[in-house]
């Protein structure tokens, strides 16, 4: 008996270590001898199963973006994740941050991964304050288990993401945020307070139930789209809102030989301004654009007092450019997505929409549009099949229309042959003080290195 703690999930029986990696590289395993030996001693004592953690080797099903890891640990609160970071630390080991695993194509990969830390055993709502419109979260939370505790108490996290399975962490690494972002905001700004462990197994807290700040550091913005680059978030503190007793959706689907009036998107941007500054105070608006010769819609969400009066008031100031309907059901749509397998993101000065899809028209492939005009968030799915040179031709060309609007594009989801092809950033204002704050939490370059811009 060696006390390790092993946990072996059903679908994923354990299979042999990766190659052994040190200092960021893959060297070959020792040969015979008193070489063989000394590998294999050190590669035990790298092993994080003293950690009291449970703790396996990792099989092809663990694979990060096609990186696959050595051992997988499924730690059950923020003190067994500081335990296995503090071990990582002293045996240079590279963690990778793990939620749902809902998004398996998400992000570059990782430059190496020797310990994958999956969150999902780091669930539940430790405290729900009702009355303060407060909750307390573990990360590993499933966002669909959380709304469920909160429409008991009549309450909702304004960020209503796609897939009910992500996580709570996992939808802050990734700063997820749904059709509502345009009336509540984004994870940063429904955040008050987080817990994360840093990369040298430090607990640190900031926000509402501060214990332990890291000074200068605001970390629930700094760890929300970090990408797991930063350390591990285990705990989340989110203001919250009432669920409204009435919604209502103002739904515009023209042929698509009206839709827009011209050819340029710009009326379509004329009438989302119309639409944002409307006395009914719309909770979002969304657009879907299929492209050319399939039909378009505009949907519009208002909520809460009077929603059915003031959804007919939208209604009416729609009719005055399309037919529009009021219905109790959001549209299939809604959002969902445009694809999963390749998916870009679009961010533009709002009113720049028109610009956004005459850029998008501009790069020859077929792409569905779909997302927020009013806020400047767009996503665009192109089809399978597309070859990487394609690809990279498609993304520089709708980089180089969106840099005049001042805007961007990043390449959120895509298969590895051509999520390589480019670079899934792109230009990043921001890099020299994104450097400054890596070298500041993770030095060494420990938690999932390369997955965010400048190889960081």
């Given amino acids: 008996m060696d006390g390790?703690?092993?946990?072996?999930?059903?679908?994923?029986?354990?299979?042999?270590?990766?190659?052994?990696?040190?200092?960021?590289?893959?060297?070959?395993?020792?040969?015979?001898?008193?070489?063989?030996?000394?590998?294999?001693?050190?590669?035990?004592?790298?092993?994080?199963?003293?950690?009291?953690?449970?703790?396996?080797?990792?099989?092809?099903?663990?694979?990060?973006?096609?990186?696959?890891?050595?051992?997988?640990?499924?730690?059950?609160?923020?003190?067994?994740?500081?335990?296995?970071?503090?071990h990582a630390a002293a045996h240079d080991l590279a963690v990778v941050p793990v939620g749902g695993g809902t998004k398996p194509h998400r992000g570059l990969p990782p430059e190496r991964c020797d310990l994958m830390v999956g969150t999902g055993r780091l669930d539940g709502v430790p405290e729900h304050a009702a009355g303060d419109l407060i909750v307390r979260v573990m990360a590993g939370t499933t966002m669909g288990t959380l709304a469920a505790v909160l429409a008991e108490r009549g309450q909702r996290l304004c960020l209503d993401v796609p897939d009910g399975g992500a996580?709570?962490?996992?939808?802050?690494?990734?700063?997820?945020?749904?059709?509502?972002?345009?009336?509540?905001?984004?994870?940063?700004?429904?955040?008050?307070?987080?817990?994360?462990?840093?990369?040298?197994?430090?607990?640190?807290?900031?926000?509402?139930?501060?214990?332990?700040?890291?000074?200068?550091?605001d970390l629930g913005k700094l760890f929300t789209g970090?990408?797991?680059?930063?350390?591990?978030?285990?705990?989340?503190?989110?203001?919250?809102?009432?669920?409204?007793?009435?919604?209502?959706?103002?739904?515009?689907?023209?042929?698509?030989?009206?839709?827009?009036?011209?050819?340029?998107?710009?009326?379509?941007?004329?009438?989302?301004?119309?639409?944002?500054?409307?006395?009914?105070?719309?909770?979002?608006?969304?657009a879907d654009l299929p492209g050319p010769g399939r039909e378009p819609s505009l949907a519009v969400l208002v909520e809460g007092t009077a929603a059915e009066e003031r959804a007919?008031?939208?209604?009416?100031?729609?009719?005055?450019?399309?037919?529009?309907?009021?219905?109790?059901?959001?549209?299939?749509?809604?959002?969902?997505?445009?694809?999963?397998?390749?998916?870009?993101?679009?961010?533009?000065?709002?009113?720049?929409?028109?610009?956004?899809?005459?850029?998008?028209?501009?790069?020859?492939?077929?792409?569905?549009?779909?997302?927020?005009?009013?806020?400047?968030?767009l996503r665009a799915g192109l089809p399978s099949g597309v070859a990487p040179p394609e690809f990279a031709g498609f993304v520089t060309s709708v980089r180089d229309g969106l840099a005049g609007l001042g805007g961007r594009l990043t390449v959120v989801a895509a298969p590895p042959a051509l999520m390589t092809a480019v670079d899934p950033w792109g230009p990043v204002s921001a890099l020299p003080l994104m450097r400054r704050v890596r070298e500041r939490l993770d030095p060494d370059r420990r938690m999932s290195p390369g997955r965010l811009p400048g190889g960081m």
């Fill in 226 to 286: 970090s990408h797991g680059t930063l350390g591990v978030i285990t705990e989340a503190v989110f203001r919250l809102n009432p669920v409204p007793p009435v919604r209502r959706w103002v739904v515009a689907e023209p042929p698509a030989s009206d839709w827009p009036s011209d050819p340029s998107g710009d009326a379509l941007d004329a009438l989302a301004g119309l639409l944002a500054a409307s006395p009914a105070e719309p909770s979002a608006i969304e």
């Fill in 312 to 377: 007919r008031a939208v209604r009416d100031l729609l009719d005055g450019h399309c037919p529009a309907r009021v219905t109790d059901e959001a549209p299939a749509w809604w959002g969902v997505p445009p694809g999963e397998e390749t998916l870009l993101e679009l961010r533009f000065p709002p009113g720049r929409a028109g610009g956004a899809l005459r850029a998008v028209a501009a790069g020859v492939l077929p792409a569905r549009v779909r997302g927020s005009v009013a806020s400047g968030v």
């Fill in 167 to 217: 996580t709570v962490g996992g939808t802050l690494a990734t700063a997820e945020a749904g059709p509502l972002r345009f009336r509540y905001g984004t994870a940063r700004d429904l955040l008050i307070g987080v817990t994360v462990v840093l990369a040298d197994g430090t607990v640190a807290r900031s926000g509402g139930k501060v214990v332990k700040n890291v000074a200068g550091y």
């Fill in 4 to 86: 390790r703690r092993e946990d072996t999930p059903r679908e994923t029986a354990p299979h042999g270590a990766a190659p052994y990696r040190t200092a960021g590289r893959t060297v070959p395993e020792p040969g015979t001898g008193p070489d063989r030996a000394a590998g294999t001693a050190a590669r035990e004592a790298a092993a994080p199963y003293g950690t009291g953690v449970a703790v396996r080797e990792a099989g092809p099903g663990d694979a990060v973006s096609g990186v696959r890891p050595r051992w997988v640990a499924l730690p059950e609160s923020t003190g067994e994740v500081a335990a296995l970071l503090r």
